[in-house]
């Protein structure tokens, strides 16, 4: 114990290494950080290539109907889908996906014409 | 007198993952051993026959949640051998720096462990705070703080900047003095420590050569090999020697894994420095023809990848071999003779990972 005596005692001293978060805000994820998954229903064509390279199987595309169901809890978040997509219609935020109390689905169909 | 069996695991609180010795003891004095595996088994090597060959990448990478980009790189590494594709320069250097950050945190998240399992808590919280600063610059790097998922077929998803990299060498930095002031003369010099790892353990030499050891177990009994000592990725080109320790018991193996983390923090600095301008990614086609091996060095020791592909979108085979699969063995011959108290933390100088055994 000897030679770790003096990083206690500074430790005593000093605050906690971790953030004391429900008083204090928690750091911002780094700008590359790879979060939350949106997709962009105005510039989606429903080709349907994002849902073949996922590799968790998480975007289910229906290019007859135009319905893309995506399933956040089925998510890796690689960013596969983000790089693949031709018309840059999806795009991966650098904020952390939203807890939730059960396995939400998320259903896009195309924008209604103006 | 009498002999009495002692389960040690599944579930005990040194171990992190679900693994059964039973010990014979003759009172507290272990005789022998039987280990007892088969408790998380999940069926990736069939799961990767049944997904694309660019999805398993993915699959991979989540054999093991500490070595993560290993599995994903030796994966990627097996299969652009089959398919005859020479990765950029760059990319090379980049897998260097993303494996080395991966090596550097499961390193420091065994040691926490391990101090841990012998009672020393402050050196846990002093470890694991140094992990989470190397965890930051996994997250600035790769997007992500643990399966770091940058590793795909033809190269790399992700690019370091110049900025970027003057921010990891200022981290690897103030890493490096912390751990200078705080972790690494405690497990120096700390009687403890000693107390509890020097001459316990012991696997000579030609045992650990004889029972197949691989890593810093194999390493701490003076053997130098290690897969990086075969030049895949960019390592052939940064002058890479081995660590290597000659007596072979707890207090060994512990010294080897703390050398390789400073040896981890300056491969990374000389690759960010010494990183060609170029391409990351070389745009691929086709499917794999044929079948390959490959071998790269895991933070517990070597990983062996063979695949089998014919030329369609899934893999006709996907075997792993994994480190502690191969570790098993000499902990057989490293824990009889000792003393019941010394099992937890015999059965941790090998760093299991069971998920990785098991797969």
């Given amino acids: 114990m000897p030679f770790m005596l003096g990083t206690i005692i500074r430790n005593l001293v000093t605050g906690p290494a971790t953030r004391r978060y429900p008083f204090k805000d ?12 949106v997709f962009d229903n105005t510039k989606c064509v429903f080709c349907g290539d994002c849902a073949r390279v996922c590799p968790s199987m998480a975007i289910e ?17 690689c960013g596969t889908c983000v790089q693949t997509c031709l018309d840059r219609a999806i795009t991966q935020e650098n904020i952390y996906a939203a807890p ?3 396995k939400s689905v998320e259903v896009y169909r195309p924008a209604a014409v103006a | 007198m009498a002999r009495i069996v002692v389960p040690f695991g599944p579930q005990h609180p040194v171990l992190p993952e679900p693994i059964q010795l039973k010990l014979e003891c003759e009172d507290e004095k272990v005789v022998g051993v039987m280990p ?24 991979c990478e989540r054999i093991c949640g500490i070595c993560s980009i290993i599995h994903a790189e030796t994966y990627c590494e097996t299969i652009e051998k089959i398919m005859g594709i020479e990765i950029p320069p760059r990319a090379k250097y980049l897998r260097v720096v993303f494996s080395e950050e991966s090596r550097m945190h499961s390193h420091l998240l065994w040691l926490g ?8 808590e402050s050196l846990f919280m002093q470890v694991w705070r140094l992990r989470e600063m190397v965890l930051d610059i996994m997250e600035l790097t790769c997007g992500h703080r643990v399966i770091q998922s940058t590793n795909t077929i033809g190269g790399v998803r992700r690019d370091i900047d110049k900025e970027m990299a003057d921010d990891v060498r200022a981290r690897l930095k103030k890493w490096k003095e912390m751990m200078d002031s705080t972790v690494w003369p405690a497990i120096k010099r700390d009687p403890t420590i000693k107390a509890r790892t020097v001459g316990k353990g012991l696997l000579s030499k030609e045992q650990a050569n004889v029972l197949g050891a691989v890593g810093p177990t194999l390493r701490a009994s003076g053997v130098a090999v290690d897969m990086r000592m075969t030049g ?11 660590v290597v320790e000659e007596a072979g018991d707890s207090y060994a193996r512990t010294l080897v894994r703390v050398k390789e983390i400073y040896q981890s923090c300056d491969l990374i600095l000389k690759a960010l420095d010494k ?10 086609d086709g499917f794999p023809d044929g079948e390959a091996v490959h071998r790269t060095e895991q933070p517990r020791g070597e990983v062996l990848y063979y695949a089998k592909g014919s030329g369609n979108r899934n893999l006709d085979r996907l075997k792993i071999r994994t480190p502690t699969f191969a570790n098993i063995p000499p902990l057989l011959v490293m824990l ?8 937890p933390v015999i059965t941790l100088s090998i760093d299991p990972c069971i998920a990785c055994t098991e797969r």
């Fill in chain 1, 100 to 102: 939730s109390d059960h």
């Fill in chain 2, 336 to 343: 009889p003779g000792c003393e019941l108290a010394d099992v």
């Fill in chain 1, 61 to 77: 595309v229906d290019s007859d109907n135009k319905e893309l169901t995506y399933h956040p809890f089925r998510c890796i978040y």
């Fill in chain 2, 232 to 242: 895949y990725a960019a390592f052939g080109e940064l002058g890479f020697e081995p």
């Fill in chain 2, 275 to 284: 990183m060609p301008e170029g391409e990351i990614l070389v745009e691929t």
């Fill in chain 2, 113 to 120: 462990l391990l101090a841990d399992g012998f009672g020393f």
């Fill in chain 1, 26 to 37: 928690l750091r911002e994820p780094m700008p590359g950080f790879r979060g939350r998954i």
């Fill in chain 2, 36 to 59: 007892a595996i088969g408790y998380i088994h999940r069926g990736i090597e069939k799961a990767a026959e049944r997904n694309a060959f660019r999805q398993n990448v993915f699959l």
